[in-house]
């Protein structure tokens, strides 16, 4: 195993201290490894969270427009209740706060509880999750479809309109309009390796990848030999298509790195969907290509289409800062 590390029990503390380190509009509760926006403003507050191994993902998208909260778990794991409790003490300004949650069993649970002993203290919060991964939504023995990199664009358009003032039932609404117009699907090239374990999670042959793939290493729905990035992309397009109706509709589109995969083979693969989309009268608004929900160093990708409307644009055109976003293309 070769990382850039000290002790593989402090990653999280201590790529959260560097986080917020290289930008002065961040804070850091130590205690319960909480990155949170120092320039308060009165508004509904947003929280977000869960394991991390998926950076820029969550930390990256503390900022104006965007979160106001992340909390951070051990690597793949949800944070504790009373970590996402202080997470939603800093977050509240008297108008309520909204979780935005990935559909994962932990992370349901934790937000669930840190919610109840929230309202206990007279603080108002709403729970969104997050579901756009079509690759699980027949699989069995699992919480329903997985939240993945569909997540960001909630994010945005969850804290633009929450910056514009919008009261918290506003702020919600929009929320959960977004992640019913949000559809993902991805694949690896190849795992990834935990820090404390030091071996891969699974394995796959040198020749061989597989589809529909969770960014925890879950499995996916099938295993195939390497395919042209042509042929995965109409692989991917295919499957977001028999889960929604796209057609004649205009969207965002974010092709998502986990890792590992070059800035080359993401542009690639986006000008095949581009090819796709474009065949079926498909407008694209806006396009997004890069690592924004990681896999530690997993090496792969995922699309995500977002089907728009008049709001949802104006939504996510909107300006917004965070540290990741300051070298990418959702300001």
């Known amino acids: 195993m070769k990382k850039i590390i000290n002790n593989p029990l402090d990653v999280v503390n201590e790529m959260l ?13 130590t205690e319960h490894n909480v990155v949170y926006r120092k320039n308060k403003s009165v508004k509904v ?33 949800s944070p504790a209740p009373l970590a996402i409790l202080a997470g939603i003490r800093e977050a509240n300004n008297g108008l309520g706060v909204i979780l935005i949650v990935k559909n994962y069993s932990g992370d349901i649970m934790n937000f669930e509880m840190a919610k109840d002993l929230a309202e206990a203290e007279g ?26 990199a569909g997540t960001i664009l909630v994010h945005k358009i969850t ?6 003032g919008a009261s918290l039932s506003e702020t919600k609404a929009i929320a959960e309009k977004a992640i019913n117009n949000i559809r993902t699907m991805g694949m ?22 597989e589809i529909g793939m969770g960014i ?38 974010l092709v998502n790195g986990l890792g590992a995969t070059p800035l080359m083979e993401l542009f690639i693969l986006y000008h095949d969907v581009h090819t796709i989309l474009t065949k079926n009268n498909i407008k694209i608004h806006r ?15 995922s699309l995500t289409l977002l089907k728009l409307d008049d709001e ?20």
């Open 45 to 77: 507050g947003l929280v977000s969270g869960g394991g991390s191994g998926h950076e820029p993902t969550h930390g990256g998208y503390v900022g104006k427009g965007m979160l106001d909260v992340a909390v951070a778990g051990n690597v793949f794991a």
């Open 159 to 164: 804290g633009a309109k929450a910056e514009s």
């Open 123 to 148: 603080i108002a919060v709403e729970m969104v999750v997050v579901h756009d991964d079509v690759a699980t939504k027949d699989i069995k023995n699992t919480t329903g479809r997985r939240g993945i």
């Open 17 to 29: 201290l560097g986080l917020v380190e290289s930008d002065p509009t961040l804070s850091y509760l």
């Open 312 to 331: 949802l644009k104006q939504l996510l055109d909107a300006t917004c800062d965070t540290p990741a976003l300051k070298i990418m293309n959702l300001r």
């Open 287 to 301: 396009s997004f290509v890069g690592n924004y929900m990681t896999s530690l160093e997993m090496a792969g990708c």
């Open 216 to 253: 925890h290493g879950e499995p996916g729905i099938h295993r195939t030999e390497l395919l042209t990035s042509a042929e995965l992309a109409n692989i991917l397009v295919e499957r977001i298509f028999l889960d929604m109706d796209f057609n004649d509709s205009e969207v965002a589109v």
């Open 188 to 209: 690896a090239l190849s795992s990834c390796i935990l820090p404390a374990v030091g071996t891969p999670i699974f394995k796959l042959n040198e020749n061989e990848i």
